[in-house]
């Protein structure tokens, strides 16, 4: 999702720097702006961050947990249809991420819709593919050999391992899952704002995502 966004910025960008140059076009040599203005530089000013009442809600219970049931498609062909289901924080509201993230849900843990929009600075989880992700599974599954430290592997029917790393100026904690499975060498997981490591937020958020993991079952249906 963090990186749909930087690519809107540049397409914006670029567009902005298309419009200028084609007005320069028109205009007489002194009148031309120079097309580095068009755009100021990025400053600390800009840098996403938390509101306050979320980065605040790490003191406060989590709201009971909910079986959420998703239904989706794998096994051998990929046509097969399996019954997947999970406990997930009622802090968390489901929302359409627009991308092959799903299902995804986003920390609202004042809110008590059904469904909401997804918001940029607030914390996600989901499911869907990584690159990376992907040729990690695939080493370990071969070789057994994980890509540092910050991996470890898992006690599960359904994950190979869970890890930590940084991607698109957004932390992220994920479960990675083994083949065989019906989302394989995709990972369960949950992204935030650098601002909230090392807070009381992150290991209420953290401990969502331990849950969906412990609970996770997925059943072929008849």
Not at 67 to 93: A, C, H, P, Q
Not at 107 to 112: A, K, L, V, W
Request: hydrophobic share 30%; glycine share 6%; net charge negative.
């Amino acid at each position: 999702m963090g990186l749909f966004d930087s690519i809107k910025k540049f397409i914006n960008a670029a567009e902005d720097i298309s419009k200028a140059v084609e007005k320069n076009q028109n205009k007489k040599p002194s009148e031309i702006v120079s097309t580095t203005t068009v755009k100021p530089a990025p400053s600390k000013a800009n840098t996403k961050t938390s509101p306050a009442d979320i980065l605040s809600s790490g003191n406060i219970p989590a709201k009971a947990s909910t079986l959420r049931k998703e239904e989706f498609f794998g096994g051998e062909t990929g046509d097969d249809m399996f019954n997947v289901s999970f406990m997930l924080s009622g802090d968390f509201i489901e929302f359409n991420s627009h991308c092959e993230i799903t299902p995804s849900f986003q920390y609202e843990p004042f809110s008590d819709s059904d469904y909401t929009d997804y918001e940029e600075n607030l914390p996600q989880i989901g499911i869907g593919p990584d690159d990376n992700i992907y040729d990690a599974v695939e080493e370990f599954e071969e070789n057994g050999t994980l890509p540092n430290e910050n991996y470890e592997k898992c006690d599960s029917d359904y994950f190979a391992f869970k890890c930590s790393f940084d991607a698109y100026g957004l932390k992220y904690y994920a479960y990675a899952f083994k083949s065989g499975t019906t989302r394989e060498k995709e990972m369960l997981s949950l992204n935030y704002l650098p601002d909230i490591c090392g807070t009381e937020l992150e290991k209420k958020l953290k401990a969502a995502l331990d849950e969906i993991a412990s609970t996770y079952s997925e059943t072929k249906a008849n």
